[in-house]
């Protein structure tokens, strides 16, 4: 029998550890279910992944600096040409595949600056070959939001009409895609893809680990990204300080190599050797720093499912949509704070709060993650009969 080829697509091994993490979960999903499949992505950063996954990658764009401020005549005009290059090549890689999974990620989403030609474009790109070509592409646990930039909305809705396959990582991105045009009623939702992913034991505790992030507001917050970034900055830090004056241990947490600044700044207006930073290069770093915390602030997306998966009580700087519902979901929806509107006062009373019922949110958790791993039990074995049901049909009949 002639083994299935998967290719798994996306912003992977690009410093985003939440979408790597995202990425490990379908990887062991596939190598539990689907273990004779041939596997290799189409990635924004191919060496990492290959090292790190044991899989063939591909570089995602042509032009290598597609993320890069294009100012002058030459990088505009390469830009221009690898939009060209990257349909022939997105085509020719989709091609070679039977089923292509897009693992979880906030691709149908703009919550963070965005621009329409980038990301949104090679999904679109994607989604379009797999249609004409007849390859099965999925959006497997994906986040979505409204988007207000037309281009980027319909490159949007056009991919996810495309995908043969869609499920979501929370009820608000169903209903953003539903909004904006798509018919999701064969659409189910699930938890995230990373609480697939195995919990580390609980560590020593007595520190509190802060998550930062590079934040600048959304995709309709340019104009006013500085001051965001500032006021962020600005009652982060004093938080920190006030944890450190009251003698607390605390432990830095990043989710993206871009966060490296914050963490600098943090540390240099705080100095204090109360105030430490974590080297995590996985959601598995993450999760250990988390089960090794009383308690955990954080921003990311993603280092608020890491500590949530392991159980610790958190707060979140939420910056979308979709942290308020993550932490609502989770039972722990009374304890989100915007990462707009930083106030650190409030903020050390929300954070005491979460530490006087420390104890109940555990328990709390603790029923909430039993909960995610059976849901996302059903999300695998749905994505099995969607994608791989000639496969599943003709292991079950071999003798």
Sequence with gaps: MTPVRVGV???LGSGNLGNDGSLEAVLGYLRAEQPEAVVDALCGGPEVVAARYRIPATRLHWYRGEYRTASRAGAVAGKGLGKLVDAVRTAAWVRRHDVVIVPGMGVLEAT??????????ALFLLCASGRLLGTRVALVGVGAAPIGDRPTRALVRWSARLAAYRSYRDAQSRDAMRAMGVDTARDEVYPDL???LPAPPPGPAGRVCVGVMDFHGGNDDRARADEIHRRYLEGTTRFVRALAEEGRQVRLLT???CDAPVVAAILGAVDSPLVTAAGAASLADLMKE????DAVVATRYHNLVCALKTGTPTLALSYAAKSDALMDRMGLGAYCHPAREVDADR????????????AELRRTLAERNRVAARQLGRQFAALTAALFPVTDHALRETP
């Excluded at 963070?112 to 474009?121: A, E, T, V």
């Excluded at 988390?290 to 915390?293: D, E, L, N, V």
């Design 290 to 293: 988390a089960a090794a915390a």
């Design 9 to 11: 697509f996306g912003l």
């Design 255 to 257: 989710g993206d190599a």
């Design 347 to 358: 903020l050390i009373e929300q954070f005491r709060a979460l530490e006087k019922h420390s």
């Design 112 to 121: 963070l600056p965005l621009r329409p030609w980038g990301f949104p474009y």
């Design 194 to 196: 990373a609480f697939a």
